[in-house]
């Protein structure tokens, strides 16, 4: 099993950065596939970002490619998203995800074994 537990969220103006981080822990969390989904209000799921076992391959929603950086850090078992130049768009909850197995470039909700409860994310224009 693996349990993940998002924190970071807030209430920021357009422009602005926030850092989300997602707390691992279980005994295959290694051999998982991280990645980053939102939902805002009425609409579905959406993938963010995803990146490998490793740490070496990574991949992004189109609209927030420049902006967002999925990082994770194996020792520490947590995985970041780093997120600059934040526009009224971006905001939902924001949802850490775990693959068993993954490649780091699966970004189809039913692809993720795992979820966090979610952190919300608000972006005032």
């Known amino acids: 099993q693996v349990q993940l537990v998002e924190s970071g969220g807030g209430l920021v103006q357009a422009g602005g950065s926030l850092r989300l981080s997602c707390a691992a822990s279980?005994?295959?969390?290694?051999?998982?596939?991280m990645g980053w989904f939102r939902q805002a209000p009425g609409k579905d799921r959406e993938f963010v970002a995803t990146?490998?076992?490793?740490?070496?391959?990574?991949y992004y929603l189109d609209s927030v490619k420049g902006r967002f950086t999925i990082s994770r850090d194996n020792a520490k078992n947590t995985v970041d998203l780093q997120m600059n130049n934040l526009k009224p768009d971006d905001t939902a909850v924001y949802y850490c995800?775990?693959?068993?197995w993954g490649s780091g470039s699966e970004t189809m909700k039913d692809q993720y074994n795992y979820w966090g409860q979610g952190t919300q994310v608000t972006v005032s224009s």
């Open positions: 995800a775990a693959r068993l």
């Open positions: 279980g005994p295959t969390i290694r051999y998982c596939a």
């Open positions: 990146v490998s076992q490793n740490g070496a391959r990574t």
